[in-house]
């Protein structure tokens, strides 16, 4: 039985992990490395996240163990998050819902008003993303923060995007939580309130970790998939019994060979959007990162990765929506007095899924062409959600398991 699995990005690699316990297992990558959109680059012997800052960690235990089976927990920093908003030219904290008192002391009009709003929602039924936020935060919180800001990282009218996405990526407070947060300090349980980085201070040691003896062979784009009546042959020369995908859905139908002509056009309708980042020497600062919600200032968030590393160093990572070249991002970063000078720059392929009122159709239709043909796709862009490393990791062990109870009965 031998397995392909297209892309090692953290999804290909945990699945390659996996599944040569049990199976000849071949992985290939297009890249002349491993990591996908998780790798790093070192410039002057400073960690650079090309797609944006990365940090790890999970609320399913099952991901944790399958972790630190492979890398010791002790081969990691445990790093407590200390997330800043910059909110009318005020650094408050993150979650914005717990900074009231802080917003009391820049405007207290506005603190009144998202109180009275908060305590207020009625959490009925949204039909879009605009109005979710609205129900479920209040009109304030939601036109101050949540909507200038998921506008900006979304690169899209919220009107137009469904809601499906947020649930498990953002804290949403109860109304006693919120009260209380008004008395006492408050913190929410995101997963990433601390967080784990590896002690080398480079992300990419994780992932060299994870690839360790694996058979992947680099350099190989995927072009050409088939399928005859036993195995799938891939580039014309590859074989396999079982073919996992890992690479963004919305180019994968037209590798297959015979994939028919309107499944190819549904996903074209798929859409995604590109980040640009920039690695900066900067001054000292506490904020791990900082979400910036003002349109006037184009990066969306920065990421004091001199943070992440011990002992911390002054270099940030700027990350805005879009393909920016250098002296563009260069400008922009004159806004912010804490960068100094930029080491790195780099636009993305794909970094954020976007849902619009197309997503869940288009990708019921191309899951079920996926099932008929026998090929399992798995990972961010793979099933094309709003996935973390942890997640990917979790759906990888899904797949594990569904293959090994199948295959070994
Ligand atoms: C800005 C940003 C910040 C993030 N922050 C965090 C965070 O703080 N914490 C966290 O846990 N997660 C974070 N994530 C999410 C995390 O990066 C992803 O969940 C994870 O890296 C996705 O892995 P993947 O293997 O599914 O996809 P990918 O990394 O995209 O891997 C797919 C692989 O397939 C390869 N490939 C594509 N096409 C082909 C082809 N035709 N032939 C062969 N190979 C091919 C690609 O080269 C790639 O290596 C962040 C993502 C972004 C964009």
Known sequence: MKIGIIGAGVTGLALGRLLSSKFNVEILESSNKIGGIASTKTINDVTYHTIGGHCLNSKHQEVLDFIFDIIPKNNFNQIIRDAKILFKNHYIRYPIEFAIKEIYNIDKKIAF?????????????????????????????????????????????????????????????????????????????MPHATFFYPVTNNQNDFLSALANDLNIVLNCKVTKIMKNSKKWIVNDSYKYDILINTSPLNNLFDLIYDAPADIKSYAQLLKYNKVTTMLWE????????????????????????????????????????????????????????????????????????????????????????????????????????????????????????????????
């Not at 469904?162 to 913190?187: A, C, G, Q, R």
């Not at 929506?321 to 806004?335: F, P, Q, S, V």
């Not at 990791?393 to 569904?402: G, H, S, Y």
């Open 113 to 189: 008003n998202i109180t009275k709003d908060f305590l207020s929602t009625s959490n009925e039924n949204s039909t879009n993303l605009e109005e979710w936020f609205i129900n479920n935060f209040g009109d304030t919180l939601a036109q101050e923060y949540l909507i200038p800001y998921n506008t900006k990282i979304w690169n899209n009218d919220l009107r137009n995007m469904n809601y499906d996405w947020v649930i498990d990526k953002l804290p949403t407070p109860s109304p006693y939580d919120f009260f209380e947060s008004l008395m006492n300090y408050k913190s929410d349980d």
């Open 282 to 409: 900067s001054n000292s600062q506490d904020f791990s990162w900082l979400y910036i919600p003002s349109q006037e200032i184009k990066f969306h968030r920065v990421i004091n990765i001199g943070k992440f590393f011990l002992p911390n160093k002054n270099y940030m990572i700027t990350e805005a929506i879009g393909e920016i070249d250098y002296n563009t991002m260069e400008a922009i970063g004159k806004k912010l007095d804490f960068l100094i000078k930029p080491i790195g720059h780099n636009i993305s392929e794909h970094a954020y899924v976007v849902f619009d009122n197309n997503t869940n159709n288009v990708k019921k239709i191309l899951m079920e062409y996926l099932d008929s043909v026998g090929m399992i796709t798995v990972g961010r862009f793979g099933e094309w959600e709003y996935y973390n490393m942890d997640i990917c990791i979790k759906k990888a062990l899904e797949v594990f398991n569904r293959l090994v109870t199948q295959y070994e009965s």
